[in-house]
């Protein structure tokens, strides 16, 4: 079956610095990818997504390339900031059947310093 | 009106109490999900509505019977439920499409059995 996975968290930065969140993902067919952030006490909301190989989706200075053929979404933002503290995850929906079933991986917490 | 609305924010409940959790959508959306988000696990996919009809559900305890009376509602009784079941329940809807698959989320309902 479809799966995703990101790195261990928690992803500790001072403010300013050069984030990265790897995720790489296995699934059948073409999928859709999402990157969902999650702040403190909060619901999940959509940050980014792509819909095909080479599209690269990107929000509020994030970024990511959907790479088919590294199977890889990573999430990158040139400087953060401490409001960027939030737990990210990295999802993935086949599609195919025009729902939006997503397979998330485990989130990466992300705490930015002053 | 936030576009997915969860009632209550938090619920505490006796492992032989009944309960009700509510989701409400203002998106005009066909399509309705319910998320069970445990600690150090991925979001878990639980049940899936198109236009009232349960599409899918995930091998879900039967402790958990879901309710979905028109498009814009959905609900997620709850009945005998353990100390496990304890996690963040999150609603989230879509459009049907054969083409972008994008959920909003709900702020969830954070659920503690006792």
């Known amino acids: 079956g479809d799966s995703v996975t990101q790195m261990e968290g928690p992803v500790t930065l001072s403010e300013e610095a050069f984030l990265t969140i790897n995720c790489t993902y296995t699934a059948t067919g073409y999928p859709s990818l999402f990157w969902y952030v999650q702040y403190p006490g909060e619901g999940l909301q959509l940050l980014l997504k792509a819909t095909k190989a080479d599209d690269k989706g990107s929000n509020k200075g994030f970024e990511a390339t959907y790479r088919k053929e590294t199977t890889s979404f990573h999430l990158e933002k040139g400087s953060v900031q401490v409001s960027d503290s939030a737990v990210y995850f990295c999802?993935?929906?086949?599609?195919?059947?025009?729902?939006?079933?997503?397979?998330f991986g485990k989130g990466t917490m992300l705490l930015v310093s002053p | 009106e936030t576009g997915v609305t969860q009632t209550p924010r938090h619920l505490v409940m006796g492992m032989t109490n009944k309960k009700s959790l509510k989701c409400e959508q203002h998106?005009?959306?066909?399509?309705m999900y319910w998320y069970k988000q445990s600690a150090k696990k991925p979001l878990e996919l639980m049940f899936v509505?198109?236009?009232?009809?349960?599409?899918e559900n995930n091998s879900v305890p039967s402790r958990f019977s879901p309710e979905c009376p028109n498009s814009s509602h959905l609900f997620l009784h709850l009945h005998t439920l353990q100390p496990e079941d304890s996690a963040l329940y999150l609603c989230a809807s879509s459009q049907v499409s054969a083409g972008d698959t994008e959920a909003f989320f709900g702020q969830g309902t954070r659920l503690t059995v006792v």
């Open positions: 998106l005009g959306h066909n399509a």
């Open positions: 509505y198109n236009f009232k009809e349960q599409t």
């Open positions: 999802a993935l929906s086949d599609g195919g059947s025009g729902y939006s079933t997503l397979t």
